[in-house]
Every structure is written in structure tokens, then in C-alpha cells.
């Protein structure tokens, strides 16, 4: 089985590092959907470690077991700095009438004339013609597809604040790939058709998630 060591390196840090104590000044409360949003925040800016085999983990082992991860640790406060901006904002913000929260999008690119996972596509987001923002979840965008994940691409824009009084609301999701070594481009529109919810948007747990039709290319 295929393992990207960076991955188990990454999620050891982050529960070692991030502690209700830490982030209790930088008005953040922990929670399992936190520590999920900042390991993938830091996965998303280094590339993965892959062994297939029990000599490529003792290799590892090996070689970083006498390293200060100081790249990951820079990382790490990048996140929380990251997320505290996004807690303020959301904090000083008007949202008495609740939140459009949007679900999860998944996607995945795929080389037009063999089928097999494209590396190096580039897939970005818009949300009713504006670019997707991420304020506190770490979602790449625009996000480069990498043969190692199998082409897959994930989007999860940030909710929307609804005024009091706001009803059901239409968003067009956007979502556009291409690649510097082809012609084709590949879109999809998705119409959604949300309600404002009484909710904390940035709560982890359970989300919906939608499954969009391959892009070829």
C-alpha cells in the first residue's frame, strides 16, 4: 500500500503543537474540524513522502528522526495566523440573519485519450463570477492536480453572511481546468439554492459533499 509519510508527520505535529492553550488567545476553540483544517492547510504547501515499502519507512524513520521539522512548525503558525484573521472577520461581521454554508466539491481531472489521472492541471473556483474565498479553510485555488492523489481536486467556498430577513438564495458554482500542454478546457456549472442557517459556519464535523463529473482534458 501506497503511504504518504508527510501526512502522519504532519497530523503528530499539529496535535502536539496546537493545545487549547495556544489557541485560546488567538480566540479559537479547539475541535477535531480544526486540527483537520490546519494538518491540510500545511499538506497542501509541501509535497508528499511516498514509500510502498517497509525499507522506504525505515529510510525516513532514519532521516528525520534527528531533524527539527522547522518548515512544518513555520507552517503550523501560518495556519493559526490564517485562522485567527478568519475568526476576527467573521467575528466583526454582520451575520444576525445566519449563513449560506456551502458543501464540499469534489472533482477530478483526467487525460482525455487514456483516462488516467492528469498531473499538473490547473482547476479554479468561482462563486457567482468571483473567485472562491478561503478565508479560514485551506483550500488551494487556483489548485494543481498531482498524479499522486489520482488527478482529485476539492473546493469548500467560505459560507456567506445572510442580512435578517434574507430567504433562499441562488449561488453558481464555477468550477474551470485546464493545462499548459493542451488545447481543451474543461468547465462545469453547479446551481445551488441555499437557505441561511443559524449555525457556527466554521464548525468541523460531518459536511455535505458533491461529486462532479470528470474533467477531460
Given amino acids: 500500500m501506497i503511504r504518504n509519510l508527510r501526512e502522519n508527520e504532519v497530523n503528530t505535529l499539529v496535535r502536539l503543537y496546537v493545545t487549547p492553550e495556544v489557541l ?7 475541535s477535531e474540524g480544526l486540527l483537520a483544517d490546519i494538518a491540510c492547510f500545511m499538506l497542501n504547501r509541501i509535497g508528499p513522502r511516498y514509500v510502498t ?20 512548525l513555520a507552517l503550523l503558525f501560518e495556519a493559526l495566523e490564517s485562522l485567527q484573521r478568519g475568526s ?21 481531472v483526467l487525460d482525455g485519450d487514456g483516462l488516467i489521472p492528469l498531473d499538473g492541471a490547473k482547476v479554479e ?11 479560514m479553510r485551506p483550500f488551494d485555488n487556483p489548485y494543481t492536480t498531482h498524479h499522486a492523489t ?13 442580512a435578517l430577513g434574507d430567504g433562499e438564495r441562488a449561488f453558481h458554482v464555477k468550477l474551470h481546468a485546464s493545462h499548459p500542454a493542451r488545447k481543451t478546457e474543461w468547465s462545469h456549472v453547479h446551481k445551488l439554492v ?24
Fill in 194 to 217: 441555499l437557505s441561511p442557517l443559524e449555525v457556527d459556519p466554521w464548525q468541523g464535523g460531518s459536511q455535505e459533499r458533491v461529486i462532479l463529473p470528470d474533467a477531460l482534458l
Fill in 24 to 30: 485560546a488567545p488567538r480566540g479559537l476553540a479547539w
Fill in 125 to 135: 473556483c468561482l462563486v457567482d463570477g468571483k473567485h472562491l474565498s478561503s478565508t
Fill in 150 to 162: 489520482q488527478g482529485v481536486f476539492s473546493f469548500w467556498p467560505d459560507p456567506v453572511v445572510a
Fill in 88 to 108: 476576527q472577520a467573521a467575528a466583526t461581521g454582520e451575520h444576525t440573519g445566519g449563513w449560506y454554508c456551502f458543501p464540499i466539491f469534489f472533482g477530478r
Fill in 53 to 72: 515499502s517497509e525499507r522506504g519507512l525505515n529510510y525516513f524513520q532514519a532521516e528525520t528522526r534527528f531533524v527539527l521539522p522547522a518548515d512544518l
